[in-house]
């Protein structure tokens, strides 16, 4: 904290001016108070942790709870040889709930999350708070003083310290973990393809157990139109039936665990010897290379887990735990044994298992049931697609796409149109094409266990880095995980060519268009930090920067936080005038999931005061959406106008000769009738340095600057901006064209000249993304050699 002011806890300053200025605060709208309680709370009441925990059901655990419809089906394709490999299979299936889904991710992965937040690049956003492993170096000290960035200190001998200096130490290394993420990423994108296809297709098939004659081809013909009518309504959000989700998935629960104990009772209750381990033993002895190959499909028990963690949101840890222990995990399991103990007797049925155990008197209204869970499940997985993408565009990872808030009351709840029918597309073909559960099952197998494949390694990280375990505990996690999970990935890995491929070939899709766009990115900002303007040499241009200065405000978008970048310095270069008032907009994305609204705007002077240049950097995290109104360039303007005025009130009371003031102080005022919040970054000095901030308390004689030297007071500055805006805003940004250089190898020319150069002409531009009205845009061209 910058030396010579006094803080109290709330992160006020003390004094007299400091109190007049919270005297403008106003009261926190309904919505942000009980959020804030809410996140204050260290412990939940009783009813308010059941509520939780039932809300959870609808959005955490849809896809799991699903997955009783095309388990048995997937582990014997060719049908059942003997009565023992149903014991087996059931044996594996208990203990693969036991192992993964309840222990590794309820208990252990959960605890991960970021803020409620969880996912792969949620973990990978933890990592980057905790070691300096992000390949694109946009980040300020500044930022870690942010209430939500969050991260413990290591010992500097600690085995902790060494990880994060031996992952800190190389490019390569920090490449690789990106690349990891990156995996996830795309194989979580093929979830969100093949959850809809399997689940309602699954759903669909019981219309042939009642109907035998009935063509295969109007099952898929009914689930296609399902899907197509899923997909058509994402744009409606889910609001408006969201409530509903958790009621039918809770009666999902019940019924199949009632059914369950029906078929235990009606059929063979020998079935519960499964809980014995050594059927696993006896099944994997016996059954040789096809019992081995058949746990491509006892995996499918535990295909949602990965969704489990990606649809945490912002349910405490301690509901989705309650909600697993109390209802799933036993209703799944008595699903299963119910399964189990009906093919003991009617091995010839395993094809449609779910269906045939169901009593007759109940079978349709079960049907309807299972195809709205099946509907919850695929609406559970698109939606964690969306979030994921979202993630991966603000840390620079995925090409701009539009992005719309579907719900005013959760801010979580978006929809991508782009990747919405792209989904879509993807997942017809699919269903159309393979037309069957095992071939899609395969499919799906593999993109699941590649997602907790991926976990595992990411959790062991974070197990060092954030949590400081014991190396001998993260040691026996990551061994006891990958065991496991490289079991089942060797078995799907025999399935590739009967459907395994096609996550495969989708997830490579993705990374190739995520890498390269990350890549080129990266290259891009590299060439801007290179290239970007010596303050010296804005200096040495004069008050009027050389040029006519023309009434208005030039906004001028720019990637980079701190110096003045490459487009200013070619803009005056071929155009004689600038605005009276020139400020440099960096838009710029956090490895956090929020940045609070109070904290988002620093504001920066660059130069003396008669140059009437500014920074302003406004801040968001992976969560935040930089939405379509005009608040933006008005909370812009509020925060500059603000940060003058209060400027004023500091240099009045300056106690040094240096006339450089920086800190992050965080002042609440009103301007025009806004309330404003914003931190300061006083910088006026003839370089563009930090440097620490002298208190306005302590002292009562003042001195003349180069601010003063422009003869303008506070009022007259303030005065002058005002007039400046209504004179016109303009928005500027650069249209860059990034080239491969002559020298480069081929394979970068193919990356940066062909894929990235077309990712960057069908994405979104810009001043779409930005919100910048077309009669107020100026574009100016840049070529960029990298």
């Known amino acids: 904290m910058a030396s010579g002011v006094d803080f109290d806890e709330g992160g006020q300053t003390k004094g007299e001016m400091w109190d007049l200025e919270q005297k403008l605060d106003q009261p926190m709208d309904e919505e942000a108070v009980r959020l804030k309680n809410m996140y204050r709370e260290k412990k939940f009441s009783s009813l308010l942790l059941l509520r939780l925990a039932f809300q959870s059901l609808g959005v955490v655990y849809g896809d799991l709870g699903t997955s009783p419809l095309y388990v048995f089906y997937n582990t014997f394709p060719r049908g059942v040889d003997d009565t023992e490999d149903i014991i087996g299979a059931l044996s594996l299936i208990i203990y693969s709930l036991t192992l993964i889904p309840l222990l590794k991710y309820v208990f252990i992965v959960c605890r991960a999350n970021d803020n409620g937040q969880g996912g792969t690049f949620a973990l990978y956003s933890l990592l980057c708070r905790h070691a300096k492993v992000r390949t694109i170096p946009n980040q300020h000290r500044t930022d870690?003083?942010?209430?939500?960035?969050?991260r413990n200190t290591v010992h500097e001998r600690s085995f902790a310290a060494k990880t994060k200096t031996w992952l800190e130490a190389n490019a390569f290394r920090k490449t690789s973990l990106l690349i990891l993420v990156l995996v996830g990423t795309c194989m979580v994108i093929g979830d969100g393809i093949l959850t809809p296809a399997i689940s309602v297709l699954s759903a669909s098939g019981g219309i042939k157990v009642d109907h035998p004659k009935m063509s295969n081809d109007v099952v898929v013909l009914v689930a296609v139109i399902i899907l197509v009518g899923l997909f058509s309504m994402q744009h409606y959000g889910t609001d408006r039936v969201g409530w509903l989700f958790a009621p039918i998935v809770l009666l999902w629960f019940l019924i199949i665990g009632g059914i369950g104990i029906y078929n235990i009772y009606n059929y063979d209750s020998s079935v519960l010897k499964a809980f014995s381990p050594l059927y696993i033993y006896r099944y994997l002895k016996n059954g040789k290379k096809k019992g081995w190959t058949s746990l491509g499909g006892i995996m499918l028990s535990i295909t949602g887990t990965e969704a489990l963690f990606a649809d945490l949101a912002h349910f405490p840890v301690s509901a989705v735990q309650l909600a697993f222990t109390v209802v799933v995990f036993p209703c799944l399991l008595l699903a299963y044994s119910g399964q189990a103990a009906y093919l003991m007797q009617n091995h010839d049925h395993v094809a449609d298992a779910f269906y045939r155990s169901i009593p007759e008197r109940i079978y349709w209204p079960v049907f309807i049931i299972a195809t709205l869970a099946a509907i919850v499940a695929s609406?559970?997985?698109?939606?964690?697609?969306?979030?994921?993408?979202?993630?991966?565009?603000?840390?620079?990872?995925?090409?701009?796409?539009?992005?719309?808030?579907?719900?005013?009351?959760?801010?979580?709840?978006i929809y991508i149109p782009d990747m919405n029918w792209i989904l879509m597309v993807l997942c017809i073909a699919v269903t159309a094409g393979f037309r069957n559960q095992s071939q899609i099952g395969n499919a799906y197998g593999t993109a699941v266990v590649v997602v907790m494949l991926v976990t595992t390694l990411l959790m062991t990280l974070i197990m060092l880095l954030v949590w400081h375990c014991h190396w001998i505990l993260v040691l026996l996690f990551t061994v006891l995980s990958l065991v496991v999970e490289c079991t089942y990935f060797s078995a799907v890995l025999f399935k590739v060519d009967q459907?395994?491929?096609?996550?495969?070939?989708?997830?490579?899709?993705f990374l190739v268009i995520m890498y390269v766009w990350h890549y080129g990115?990266?290259?891009?900002?590299?060439?801007?930090?290179?290239?970007?303007?010596?303050?010296?040499?804005?200096?040495?241009?004069?008050?009027?920067?050389?040029l006519v200065r023309v009434p208005g405000i030039g906004l001028v978008y720019t990637e980079l936080a701190s110096g003045v970048p490459h487009i200013f310095s070619h803009f005056i270069t071929n155009l004689p005038a600038i605005h009276s008032?020139?400020?440099?907009?960096?838009?710029?994305?956090?490895?956090?999931?929020?940045?609070?609204?109070?904290?988002?705007?620093?504001?920066?002077?660059?130069?003396?005061?008669s140059f009437h240049m500014f920074r302003c950097v406004a801040r968001y995290g992976y969560k935040d959406l930089h939405k379509k109104d005009d608040d933006f360039e008005n909370k812009l303007f509020t925060n500059l106008f603000t940060f003058v005025r209060l400027e004023t009130m500091m240099e009045g009371c300056s106690d040094s000769d240096e006339y450089s003031l920086y800190g992050q102080q965080t002042v609440q005022s009103r301007d025009n009738g806004e309330t404003s919040t914003l931190n300061l970054d006083f910088t006026i000095s003839s370089v563009d340095s930090i440097v620490p901030a002298r208190s306005p308390m302590h002292v009562n004689t003042?001195?003349?600057s180069s601010g003063r030297e422009s003869g303008q007071t506070e009022g007259d500055e303030l005065e002058f901006m005002r007039n400046c805006r209504d004179a016109g805003v303009v928005h500027i940004l650069g249209n860059t064209v990034v080239i491969a250089r002559?020298?480069?190898?081929?394979?970068?020319?193919?990356?940066?000249?062909?894929?990235?150069?077309?990712l960057r002409k069908i994405c979104r531009e810009n001043s779409v993304i930005f919100n910048v009205p077309h009669e107020s845009l100026l574009n100016v061209g840049q070529v960029f050699y990298v």
Request: proline content about 5%; charged content about 20%; aromatic content about 14%.
């Open 379 to 413: 609406q559970a997985t698109i939606s964690a697609t969306f979030s994921i993408i979202k993630q991966a565009h603000a840390l620079g990872c995925f090409p701009r796409v539009k992005v719309v808030h579907t719900s005013k009351t959760f801010l979580g709840q």
């Open 499 to 509: 459907g395994g491929w096609v996550p495969l070939v989708i997830a490579a899709a």
């Open 702 to 704: 003042t001195h003349t």
């Open 581 to 609: 008032v020139v400020v440099f907009v960096c838009v710029k994305y956090l490895p956090v999931y929020t940045v609070p609204e109070e904290e988002r705007f620093l504001v920066k002077r660059i130069g003396p005061k």
């Open 742 to 758: 002559r020298e480069s190898r081929f394979y970068k020319k193919i990356a940066i000249d062909y894929i990235y150069a077309f």
């Open 144 to 150: 870690e003083e942010l209430t939500t960035y969050s």
């Open 521 to 546: 990115t990266l290259k891009r900002y590299e060439f801007e930090m290179h290239s970007k303007v010596s303050l010296a040499w804005i200096l040495g241009l004069g008050p009027s920067l050389g």
